[in-house]
């Protein structure tokens, strides 16, 4: 796989040049990952069917799984969707820009490719200033999935993106890490009350705040009827290593069998928020739920690196604030079907 293009590009002020070389590859079909402040996204052309296939075909993502359309006003958001309830406008008046998306039913020229056939499109107003310019400079709302192979750990530094990617993407726009460091927020507006279906950055209580008692019933994962948000794959958001979690009880019995694996050679790895574990490769985690956004996939890349035989992650608080992380360690943790 040959090396990507790569171009290094200030967070805070971004060189409009930069911007409108990358906007031109967008309009000429290409692909452009860019950071948005929760991971980088994959960029392409919203409203052409082909440079969307290219996303797919590129992160080897299953065709039934939908892509966000990131936009850089509220009334470019406004023309993809065929209906902007009070909800909607109460919401992104409160969290955009920012790491939030609505599901909204779609305008007809919205691509089926893009919505995986779906009736209802993604939305989303990122507030990095290099997203912003760079849909600002191309004048089309821009397709982007997370810019990593499908079902591999989400990228928050360009490094990541290209040793995910390589070849497969046209150019990558380098900012540096993205400051949240999870994916935004996911809020289906299209029912009767709003339902989250991805928890993330902005909480629950935060939009409850705003639009009232939201739809609580349980996202279905895989193999429960239908898929209201494809991407929920149960095993998302995971490194190729077995990742198993633990709660603080079990540290001692855990203690004992990571000294058994390392005196066998095997390289073990840990993400921990209490007392240290045996092992070389114990990585301390921040106490705080944001904290912890921002570190999560940096240190699943690094233990993956290692090609560690086993990752263990403790437990994070079961509390409404640590949510998203919590959701996205389960997810890391839960094997893949295919593998056994
Ligand atoms: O923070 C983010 O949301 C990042 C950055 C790049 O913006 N993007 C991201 O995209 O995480 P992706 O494709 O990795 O995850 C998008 C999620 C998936 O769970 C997908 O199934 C869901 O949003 N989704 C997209 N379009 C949808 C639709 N029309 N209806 C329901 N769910 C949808
Ligand atoms: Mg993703």
Redesign the pocket.
């Known amino acids: 796989m040959s090396a990507p293009r790569i171009l290094a590009v200030s967070a805070e002020h971004p060189d409009p040049d930069i911007l409108r070389s990358a906007a031109q590859v967008l309009r000429d079909g290409g692909l452009v990952a860019f950071p ?1 402040e ?4 994959l960029g392409a052309n919203a409203l052409d069917p082909c440079a969307v296939a290219r996303i797919f075909s590129a992160k080897g993502r299953p065709g039934f ?4 359309a ?1 936009v850089h006003t509220i009334l470019a958001a406004k023309a993809l969707v065929s209906d902007w309830p009070l909800a909607a406008e109460t919401l992104a008046a409160a969290f955009w820009p920012g ?1 939030l ?1 609505l ?1 909204l039913p779609k305008q007809p020229h919205v691509p089926d490719t893009l ?2 056939g ?1 009736p ?3 939305v ?1 107003l ?1 507030s990095h200033p290099v997203a912003l310019g760079l849909i600002a400079a191309a004048g089309l709302p821009v397709a ?4 990593n192979r499908s079902s591999a750990v ?1 990228p928050t530094t360009a490094q990541h993106v290209a040793r995910s990617l390589g070849s497969r993407v046209d150019l990558i726009l380098d900012a540096g890490p993205t400051g949240v460091g999870i ?2 927020t ?1 809020v ?1 507006l299209t029912g009767s009350a709003p339902r989250i ?2 928890p ?1 950055p902005i909480g629950q209580a935060e939009i409850e705040a705003l639009v009232g008692p939201l739809d609580r019933r349980a996202v279905p994962r895989q193999g429960e009827g239908s898929l ?5 794959l149960d095993r998302h958001y995971a490194p190729a290593a077995r990742v198993r979690l633990f709660d603080p009880a079990e540290r001692p019995m855990l203690a004992a069998e990571l000294r058994g694996l390392e005196a066998e050679g095997r390289i073990v790895g840990g993400m921990l928020l209490g007392d240290d574990l045996p092992g070389k490769h114990m990585l301390r985690m921040p106490d705080e739920p944001a904290g912890y956004a921002r570190a999560l996939y940096a240190a699943l890349h690094q233990l993956d690196d290692l090609r560690c035989h086993l990752i263990v992650i403790e437990m994070v608080p079961d509390q409404i604030l640590w949510a998203g992380v919590r959701d996205r360690i389960v997810r890391a943790a839960t094997m893949d079907p295919r593998q056994g």
Do not use: C, K, M, W
């Open positions: 948005t929760t991971v980088y996204g799984n939908p892509v966000i990131h790491p998306t599901v919505t995986a779906a209802a499109v993604a989303r990122p982007a999935p997370s810019a989400s994916e935004s996911v289906d279906l991805r993330g209201l948000s494809p991407g929920l």
